[in-house]
T-cell receptor
Framework: RKEVEQDPGPFNVPEGATVAFNCTYS??????FFWYRQDCRKEPKLLMS???SGNEDGRFTAQLNRASQYISLLIRDSKLSDSATYLC????????FGTGTSLTVIP | NAGVMQNPRHLVRRRGQEARLRCSPM?????VYWYRQLPEEGLKFMVY????????ESGMPKERFSAEFPKEGPSILRIQQVVRGDSAAYFC???????????????????FGQGTRLTVV
């Protein structure tokens, strides 16, 4: 069983759309959660940490449901520059990465 | 504060040769993680090291692969007798010292280097 599971997509959405990504994790003792973004052939970069109370950064909202072991990322008003792969990450000692969800925002 | 530095950025090796990949973590970071990414695939954990210690090597192939993080100098991922299937992007990440408090566990995200792209011909 994978530590972190994500829907790989791809998600193809028009500019301005709202899109949501979901992720589940297997270790209930996990303490830290993140969303990373990876552009083609580049290194992953932190998009945002995910806090228990949920948190927002501009057009991005992250939610954590510990009871269901579920993390989500909501992107509002999608921009062309949001096109990338979004990686769900859970930290329990080492960092466990999901395989990523591919997003393409279409003009 | 320089970011995580990996070198070389690109490495070409013939089958049977050795590949050495270097990673210098961010200043003040004592935790290093190595990941492998095959084309069109996700990041696969390989090994987690602290200075002079291997914490978790559950993702490392049992043969030909080794990693170290000495007291001085960069972390090294070493692949002996490379084969075509070793061709991939190898990313290194570092994170700060982890303390006992919950707040120390929070926000200790990993910072990635730009990766080394290994091609075995």
């Amino acid at each position: 069983r994978k530590e972190v599971e994500q829907d790989p997509g791809p998600f193809n959405v028009p500019e301005g759309a709202t899109v949501a990504f979901n992720c589940t994790y297997s270790n209930s003792a996990s303490q830290s959660f993140f969303w990373y973004r990876q552009d083609c052939r580049k290194e992953p970069k932190l998009l945002m940490s995910v806090y228990s109370s949920g948190n927002e950064d501009g057009r991005f909202t992250a939610q954590l449901n510990r009871a269901s072991q579920y993390i989500s990322l909501l992107i509002r008003d999608s921009k062309l520059s949001d096109s990338a792969t979004y990686l769900c990450v859970v930290k329990e000692g080492q960092f466990y990465f999901g395989t990523g969800t591919s997003l393409t925002v279409i003009p | 504060n320089a970011g995580v530095m990996q070198n070389p950025r690109h490495l070409v090796r013939r089958r049977g040769q050795e590949a050495r990949l270097r990673c210098s973590p961010m200043k003040g970071h004592s935790h290093v993680y190595w990941y492998r990414q095959l084309p069109e695939e996700g990041l696969k954990f390989m090994v987690y090291l602290q200075k002079e210690n291997i914490i978790d090597e559950s993702g490392m192939p049992k043969e030909r692969f080794s990693a170290e993080f000495p007291k001085e100098g960069p972390s090294i991922l070493r692949i002996q007798q490379v084969v075509r299937g070793d061709s991939a992007a190898y990313f290194c990440a570092s994170s700060p010292i982890q303390g006992p408090r919950l707040v120390d566990l929070m926000n200790t995200e990993a910072f990635f280097g730009q990766g080394t792209r290994l091609t075995v011909v």
